[in-house]
């Protein structure tokens, strides 16, 4: 069974910086896409960014274009997500996650089957 197991998160300043780590284990799959996604109380779950798992093709949200970074290694099974020039709207709580399928918007949360637990990020003004 694949298990994805997050680090990296915590409580910064506006303007801060955070990075978050997620690697799969287990009996791990070829991962067509890999993303983060972002949940607030009450509103829908968001990718803020995701990448093919050959790296070709890569997706953020408009909102955090030029301050988020994805990147990731398809071989050791692990994405990453680097936060600079933080906002106090970029609290939330973060998920990585897989996708087995070569198909669908990378921006979709349907088209992933693995979920990290969840990590929380808070940026104070």
């Known amino acids: 069974q694949v298990q994805l197991v997050q680090s990296g998160g915590g409580l910064v300043q506006a303007g801060g910086s955070l990075r978050l780590s997620c690697a799969a284990s287990?009996?791990?799959?070829?991962?067509?896409?890999m993303g983060w996604f972002r949940q607030v109380p009450g509103k829908e779950r968001v990718c803020v960014a995701a990448?093919?798992?050959?790296?070709?093709?890569?997706y953020y949200l408009d909102s955090v274009k030029g301050r988020f970074t994805i990147s990731g290694d398809n071989a050791k099974n692990t994405v990453y997500l680097q936060m600079n020039s933080l906002k106090p709207d970029d609290t939330a709580v973060y998920y990585c996650?897989?996708?087995?399928?070569?198909?669908?918007?990378?921006?979709?949360?349907?088209?992933?089957?693995?979920w990290g637990q969840g990590t929380q990020v808070t940026v104070s003004s």
């Open positions: 990448i093919a798992g050959n790296g070709g093709s890569i």
């Open positions: 287990g009996r791990t799959f070829n991962s067509y896409a």
């Open positions: 996650a897989f996708s087995s399928l070569d198909y669908g918007r990378y921006d979709y949360w349907g088209r992933y089957n693995q």
